[in-house]
C-alpha cells in the first residue's frame, strides 16, 4: 500500500528522527538502545516523564535540538494528514487501496487497457451482462469517470508490467487492448502473451499493418473500429434487412429477444441432447451454430446433431428461455 507522497515523506522523517536520537543519546550519555530509544520518543513527543534524562551538557544541548527538529516533523505530518482529509483524498486513497484488494480477488476477470470510446463501450456492455472488469488507464483526468461507472480500475500504464500483475492478468479470463497507439497495443499485446499464455487477447488496430502485427504479437482477435463501422454502414444501404437482423441480435439491445453462447459444463444433463431435444424443450429459441473444441464452427447444425459436454452453443431467442438453458448447461449439482 502506497502513502500520498507528502504524508511519506513526513512519516520517515519522524521515524528518522526518532532512530537519530535514539543514537545520539547511546553516544552521549552511555544509555542502552532500549532507554536511548525510550528517551528518543518521549523528547520528541515532548512528554518528559522524568525517569529518563540527559545528564551531561552535550546530550541536554543534544535533546533541546531534537526537541525543536521533533516538534517541527510532527506539526507538518499532523498538517499533512489534516489537509488529505479536508481535501478528501485521504478518503480517495483508501478507497483505492480497499479497492486493490477487491481486484486481487478477481478471477475469470476482463482487463479492459483504454477508458477511451472504444475501452468506454467495452467496459459497460461487460458490467451490464455480469463480467468482472478491471480497467487500466494512464490519463488521471479520467478517474472521476470510472469511480461513477462503478468500475474496479488502475490508474498506469498498460505498457507496464507492473499494471498488468496488478489488474490479475495471471488469473484474468481476457484482455481488451483498447489503446489508439498501434505500436503501444504490440507492445502490450507481447507483454499479456508472455504474463499468460492461455489468455485471451482482444486487440484494437488502426491501420492493416497494425492488425497483421497484432496477430503475429499473439492477438487472437483483431478489430478496426472504423472498418468495422464503415462495412456496417454499407451493409445498412445495401441489404438493410441483414442489419436489422443484427441489431435484433445484440445483447441487450431489446427486452426480450437476445443471443448468447452457452458452454454446456461436462456434468450438465444438456450433454447427450440433440439439437431437436434442445428446441423442443424451449420452443422460443433456436441454435444457430455449434462449437466444439478445435473443429470449425457449425452454422445451423441439424437436428440430430448430438450437443457434447464441453461444446459451445450460440442460441437466439427469448431471454428468460435462455436463461434457463444457461442453467441447464451449467453441473448438476450447481
Not at 461507472?149 to 490508474?155: F, H, L, P, S, V
Not at 507481447?190 to 492493416?208: C, F, M, Q, V, Y
Not at 462495412?231 to 439491445?253: E, G
Not at 447444425?301 to 438453458?325: F, N, T
Amino acid at each position: 500500500m502506497n502513502l500520498p507522497p507528502r504524508m511519506a515523506v513526513a512519516i520517515a522523517t519522524l521515524f528518522a528522527l526518532t532512530l537519530s536520537g535514539a543514537m545520539g543519546f547511546v553516544a552521549l550519555e552511555g544509555l542502552s538502545a532500549w532507554e536511548a530509544l525510550y528517551l528518543s520518543i518521549v523528547t520528541i513527543s515532548t512528554v518528559g516523564y522524568g525517569d529518563v534524562v540527559p545528564v551531561t551538557l552535550s546530550g541536554r544541548l543534544f535533546a533541546m535540538a531534537l526537541i525543536s527538529l521533533g516538534v517541527g516533523a510532527a506539526l507538518y505530518l499532523v498538517t499533512v494528514i489534516a489537509q488529505e482529509v479536508l481535501e478528501g483524498r485521504l478518503q480517495a486513497f483508501f478507497q483505492r487501496s480497499s479497492m486493490m484488494r477487491e481486484i486481487q480477488k478477481h478471477s475469470g476477470h476482463v482487463i479492459v487497457c483504454g477508458y477511451g470510446r472504444f475501452g468506454r463501450v467495452v467496459a459497460n456492455e461487460l458490467r451490464e451482462a455480469g463480467q468482472p472488469v478491471v480497467v487500466i488507464e494512464e490519463d488521471a483526468d479520467r478517474e472521476s469517470e470510472l469511480v461513477a461507472c462503478g468500475a474496479d480500475y488502475i490508474i498506469a500504464s498498460a505498457a507496464d508490467d507492473d499494471a498488468l500483475c496488478a489488474a490479475g492478468i495471471e488469473r484474468a479470463e481476457a484482455i481488451v487492448i483498447g489503446t489508439s497507439n498501434d505500436a503501444t497495443s504490440v507492445f502490450i499485446t507481447l507483454s499479456a502473451r508472455e504474463l499468460n499464455p492461455k489468455l485471451r487477447i482482444h486487440a484494437r488496430g488502426e491501420t492493416d499493418q497494425a492488425i497483421r502485427r497484432l496477430k503475429r504479437a499473439g492477438a487472437d482477435y483483431v478489430n478496426s473500429p472504423y472498418q468495422t463501422g464503415g462495412v456496417r454502414t454499407a451493409t445498412s444501404i445495401l441489404r438493410p434487412s441483414v442489419v436489422d437482423f443484427l441489431d435484433l441480435s445484440t445483447p441487450h439491445s431489446q427486452t426480450e429477444i437476445d443471443l448468447e453462447e452457452i458452454h454446456v459444463d461436462p456434468q450438465s444433463e444438456l450433454g447427450g441432447s440433440t439439437v431437436a431435444q434442445v428446441e423442443a424443450r424451449y420452443v422460443q429459441l433456436r441454435v444457430i451454430a455449434l462449437k466444439r473444441g478445435q473443429q470449425l464452427i457449425e452454422l445451423v447444425p441439424g437436428a440430430s446433431r448430438e450437443v457434447c459436454p464441453g461444446d459451445h452453443l450460440v442460441v437466439i431467442g427469448e431471454r428468460e428461455e435462455l436463461m434457463a438453458l444457461a442453467n441447464l448447461a451449467l453441473p448438476k449439482d450447481a
